[in-house]
């Protein structure tokens, strides 16, 4: 436990731990009031006992003051790490993790060390700009011709590495991996300094700030299962390592093994922190480096400062997407980068037929487009869609050729029948995305994507990938959905209808159904076959308010929160969908030289 985590333990029992560390002093209000932390009795020092900050304590007399395991350490004359395990004891904590057993290591030799020869120290002090008082702390040697960095633990040396000037390293070997410098740590230090290099350790040191060193650089680890107790209670572990690839990439497993929430990462302006002092790089200048180290959250957690730019251009955003063929649809209806929508309907009623008119219209208008479309073979989808764009019902084969050519920057085909695995379908999709930059995604339909019609938690899981591929992607994903069988079709389903999880449409931000007024329908077929025809009421008269073919229901529109309705005409022989009775069907694609307009 770090720290500041038995802290708050005992802040939990703070009248109990300040009779304990402080049986002199007595309370007054909502304070315990003590001569001093050495527990003579009288009023310089309080206790807070209140519930709003339990344990911070002051001495008037000193200055000094902190939390109950800064109060430990003063009363008792303790390091932190003495302390925290006493107050453990006192909380009643045990440590049952098992013991580190390390393996049998052997000692360095210390022949032939003595104190820094004269060579050595000029070059720490003249050319490493470090001062005396650092190179004294740290224990600096020589070795013969080598400079010597001794890893102590107390006073028993436990490692050690060696500098033969200018650039040359060894270290001994077989010897047990630990932190460079305990020794200049100070006993009530609540945070601490990892570097990558002993000089860096010293130039922190130098700058007034507690510093260790690794003892194998930036490669590999080992030594933090020998340290990890000793390291355990800092609340704050900054990590300094060299401004480098090979520097920066070895702290991701630091920040793991140490806890992500503790360990902060240390920007500096040059590749060290021995550089930047022999740089004269500020003592403010690296107070700020460490007031600015950050933790690596996951990259799923940021502040909500990191969207200031974010936010104010949503003051002036436009809202913009995917635009569907009707000039109606387009103020109140479109479908946005990084959403999933369902397009969905029952059998029969012009799904498919609507969304082929969709990736026409948009294919024909430089979206990229991808469609997954399992119940058609492949080359009949795409007649059937060449007709929407032609706007003519049998378009000749030169007509039918220039309509593919200019799909060959638009518009590409998951071409595959039958049921097809979901796993399949989001990896061609990611392929597509990354290579082709594909902005539209189609998948016509699914229960095609090898679900059995039960199995709801696997649509719900699939539907939630295709999301999170639409928002990672910044891309659109239209999933095309069956409705459910019920007694009629004479009324729309609603979201409420969409077959499979009920997650489907939970999960997706922009739901539409597609409608067929089959009761008038099936009305101009009565009145067409009866001799001496009845007028049809007006709500089946083809141009009366309520006379249309189709409806175009948006159920469902997160963005926008509008849940508009389309009125659409059908058109059997270009199978394309118009927006007024008396529309014709109309060219996507504008051929002067075949006597083709252009919509």
Known sequence: MRASEIAGRLAMQVEPVCRYLLPNGRRLGNEWRVGGVDGEAGKSMGVHLGADKPGVWMDGATGQAGDLIGLWMAARNLSLKDACREACEFLGIRDDRPEHHPKPYRKPDRGGVTRLSVEHLEWLLDVRKLPIETVEKYKLASRGDRLMFPYLRGEELVFAKYRKLPKQFSAE?????????WQAIPANARAVILSEGELDACAWHAYGYPALSVPTGANGHKWIEGEFAALEPFDTIYLSFDMDEAGQRSIGELVERLGRERCKVVALPH???????????????????????????????????????????????????????????????????????????????????????????????????????????????????????????????????????ATRETLWVFDVQGASKASRILEVFQYARKRYRIEWFVIDNLAKC????????????????????????????????????????????????????????????????????KARERALVRAENRDDPEPLPEKFEPNGKSGMDTLLLCLKQNASGKEPTFRLWFDSATMQFVSAPDHKPRSMLPLAGLGVQAA
């Open 450 to 517: 090898g679900f059995a019609e039960d199995d709801y938690s696997g649509q719900k899981l699939f539907v939630e990938a295709l999301g999170d591929f639409a928002r990672a992607t910044d891309c659109h994903v239209t999933i095309v959905a069956h409705m459910r069988k019920t007694e009629s079709e004479d009324h729309p389903s609603g979201k409420m209808g969409v077959k499979g999880s009920g997650g489907i449409t939970d999960m997706v931000q922009t739901v539409l159904e597609v409608w067929r007024n």
């Open 173 to 181: 070997g077989d010897c047990e991996p630990i932190l460079f410098g």
């Open 271 to 405: 590749k060290d922190a021995n550089e930047c002092l022999m740089r004269e790089v500020s003592r403010d200048s690296m107070t700020m480096a460490l007031r600015d180290a950050r933790t690596q959250d996951p990259s799923e957690l940021r502040n909500a400062s990191d969207f200031e730019d974010a936010v104010i251009a949503e003051l002036s955003r436009v809202d913009d997407g995917i635009r569907l063929p009707w000039k109606k649809t387009h103020d109140s209806l479109m479908l946005r980068p990084g959403e999933c929508s369902v397009l969905a309907g029952v059998n029969g009623h012009g799904k498919t037929i609507m969304v082929s008119q969709f990736i026409a219209h948009a294919s024909m208008h430089a979206t990229r487009c991808c469609v997954a479309s399992m119940e058609w073979r492949t080359p009949l989808w795409l007649l059937r869609m060449a007709r929407q764009v032609a706007g003519i019902a049998t378009p000749s084969q030169a007509y039918l050729r220039e309509i593919m050519r």
